[in-house]
T-cell receptor, first 115, second 113 residues
């Protein structure tokens, strides 16, 4: 069964450093998403992406964050200058299309630890 | 602010019993609703989606939706210890587009032998 994959599974970085989290969405999916979950808290939407453009972003997704589809398979989330409060699990998700009937499938996540 | 509310639990049920998980949402025009299961330290795993009022069954799982009451529930029949996890209710709001899911905080289910 096709699945979303993410690398690395765990990333440790120092405050102020840049990190890039990588995702390979399900191959026939066209919509891609990033969510994060701070330990013990809700899963929070960050951004959605379609046709090489951001289609929606949350308040969390400020200028420190960017997303890119650098090739036909990868989807990346970059945090330019990490802060301690960026420590969280980051989940990539994808869906076949947009609309209420389309389900989002999540990758295994990247645990980001900022020290 | 659109909200999705769940009882945090833990909900403790004996093996073989029916577990009932509930969720309410604030955005009256929301159209699609999802239940995810999340084991500790793992990612959300989609269990079921529901869009129409009434019941939808898939194996041991039944999702129930009542849009008038802004209420969605998940029933797990013949609960097994392997069902012990946190169950997340997620809503795809219409306003603001279909581009995101809003999650509840989750209900922790513990199935004891």
């Amino acid at each position: 069964e096709p699945e979303v994959t993410q690398t690395p599974s765990h990333q440790v970085t120092q405050m102020g450093q840049e990190v890039i989290l990588r995702c390979v969405p399900i191959s026939n999916h066209l919509y891609f998403y990033w969510y994060r979950q701070i330990l013990g808290q809700k899963v929070e939407f960050l951004v959605s992406f379609y046709n090489n453009e951001i289609s929606e972003k949350s308040e969390i997704f400020d200028d420190q964050f960017s997303v890119e589809r650098p090739d036909g398979s990868n989807f990346t989330l970059k945090i330019r200058s990490t802060k301690l409060e960026d420590s969280a699990m980051y989940f990539c998700a994808s869906s076949e299309a947009q609309g209420p009937a389309y389900e989002q499938y999540f990758g295994p996540g990247t645990r980001l630890t900022v020290t | 602010q659109k909200e999705v509310e769940q009882n945090s639990g833990p909900l403790s049920v004996p093996e073989g019993a029916i577990a009932s998980l509930n969720c309410t949402y604030s955005d009256r025009v929301s159209q699609s609703f999802f239940w995810y299961r999340q084991y500790s330290g793992k990612s959300p795993e989609l269990i079921m989606s529901i869009y129409s009022n009434g019941d939808k069954e898939d194996g041991r799982f039944t999702a129930q939706l009542n849009k008038a009451s802004q209420y969605v529930s998940l029933l797990i029949r013949d609960s097994q210890p392997s069902d012990s996890a946190t169950y997340l209710c997620a809503v795809n709001p219409v306003s603001g587009g279909y581009n995101k899911l809003i999650f509840g905080a989750g209900t922790r289910l513990a199935v004891h032998p």
